[in-house]
């Protein structure tokens, strides 16, 4: 009964003490809308509430967890060295069509997130009809490399712990 009218009381409580410290006024007028706001934004956001998803695999998600880490720590020294080599090395950017096996709308999410936190790489585009990724990478040098390791290395993982 009190998740009816109180879906999500920390988000009440949140909004309502966000909406007195924005205004900076205890008011009885602002008081009750912070109160009104409290309650009414997080009842219209229930009908948005994704579907929730199951994680499993908890082994994969540590696995994923430090090679993510890894490779981020030596992307940022591999866009370190280019950036520094200046012009005396050349370097080929390019766009690569990444056709990936995962549906699950979490599991891209992730995979969206560590390809752009990843230095060196930016997911740009998903196209959902067909699963073909768009990803930028800085340093191209083997498009089929690439593919392999998103596949490989980060989308198989993320199968395993979004089904």
Known sequence: MMARILPHPILSVALAVSW???TRSTAPATLVGAVLIGLTVPFVMRSLEPDRSRVRAPGAILKLSGLVIADIVRSNYAVAAIILAGKRR???????QVPLDLKNRYG???LAIILTSTPGTLWVQYESTTGRLLLHV?????ESEWVHLIKNRYESLLMEIFP
Request: hydrophobic residues 65%; glycine residues 6%.
């Open 108 to 110: 891209l999410a992730v």
């Open 20 to 22: 007195v410290l924005l």
């Open 138 to 142: 800085l340093d191209l040098v083997d």
């Open 90 to 96: 050349e370097r080929v950017s390019g766009f690569i």
